[in-house]
C-alpha cells in the first residue's frame, strides 16, 4: 500500500502514482482476477460509472472479450440524481443519461469506478442499479483504492490501494477522456 504525505507549506504538488503501463497492468490484471473469479465471462456484464468508471469498464471488457472469446455488455451509469448531497451540490450536478441497453437481471454485474473513496457514489451508483433490474449479485471494481470510507463498502478488485489525506485529490486521466493515461495525487 501507498502511504502519501499531506504537501508541505500548503503548496499544490503533484505526484504521478500510476504510469500509463501501471494502468494497463492493473486493468489487465483485473480483467483476469474476475474471469478467475466468475468462473469464465458467460453472466457478466459491466457497468461504468459516468464519468470515469466507463472507459474503464470498457478496456476491462475489452480484456475480457479478447481473452474468453464472449461479448461482454458495457452500460454506462449516471448516479447524479441518487446522490445523498444533492441539497449541497445540486446546482452544479449536470445529469448525463444513463446507457444501459441491455437486460442485467439475473447476471453478475461488475460496477466500475476510477477512484473509491468515501464510498458514496458506490452507494449511490447501487440504488440507482434498482431502476434496471436485479442482478444475481454486483461486484466492485476500482482502479484507485484510497481508503477513507465512510460507507462500508469495499472493492472487489482494485488497480492500487493507497493511503491518502482527505485533502489530497486522486485523479485519474485516461485518453479517453481527453487525458494521457496516469493517475496523480495533488
Same mark, same amino acid.
Given at each position: ?49 459516468? *464519468?470515469? &468508471?466507463? @472507459?474503464?469498464?470498457?478496456? +476491462? /471488457? ?6 474468453? #472469446? ?60 434498482? *431502476?434496471? &433490474?436485479? @442482478?444475481?449479485?454486483?461486484? +466492485? /471494481? ?6 477513507? #470510507? ?37
Amino acid at each position: 500500500m501507498l502511504k502519501l504525505k499531506a504537501s508541505n507549506m500548503g503548496k499544490t504538488q503533484q505526484k504521478v502514482i500510476m504510469s500509463e503501463a501501471d494502468i494497463s497492468r492493473s486493468i489487465n490484471r483485473m480483467a483476469k482476477e474476475i474471469v478467475e473469479k466468475d468462473k469464465g465471462a458467460q453472466d457478466l456484464v459491466f457497468i461504468g460509472i459516468m *464519468d470515469g &468508471g466507463l @472507459p474503464i469498464a470498457k478496456r +476491462l /471488457a475489452s480484456m475480457i472479450e479478447e481473452s474468453e #472469446r464472449v461479448k461482454v455488455p458495457v452500460g454506462g451509469l449516471d448516479v447524479s440524481l441518487y446522490r445523498d448531497d444533492l441539497s449541497i451540490r445540486g446546482k452544479n450536478i449536470e445529469p448525463k443519461r444513463s446507457d444501459i441497453s441491455f437486460s442485467i437481471d439475473k447476471k453478475t454485474v461488475i460496477l466500475v469506478d476510477d477512484v473509491l473513496f468515501h464510498g458514496r457514489t458506490v452507494r449511490a451508483a447501487l440504488d440507482s442499479l434498482n *431502476d434496471y &433490474g436485479r @442482478p444475481a449479485r454486483v461486484q +466492485l /471494481a476500482v482502479l484507485v483504492d484510497r481508503g477513507n #470510507r465512510e460507507l462500508p463498502i469495499q472493492p472487489d478488485f482494485f488497480g492500487k490501494k493507497i493511503t491518502s489525506s482527505l485533502e489530497d485529490q486522486v485523479v485519474v486521466l485516461l485518453t479517453e477522456n481527453g487525458g494521457s493515461d496516469q493517475v496523480v495525487i495533488k
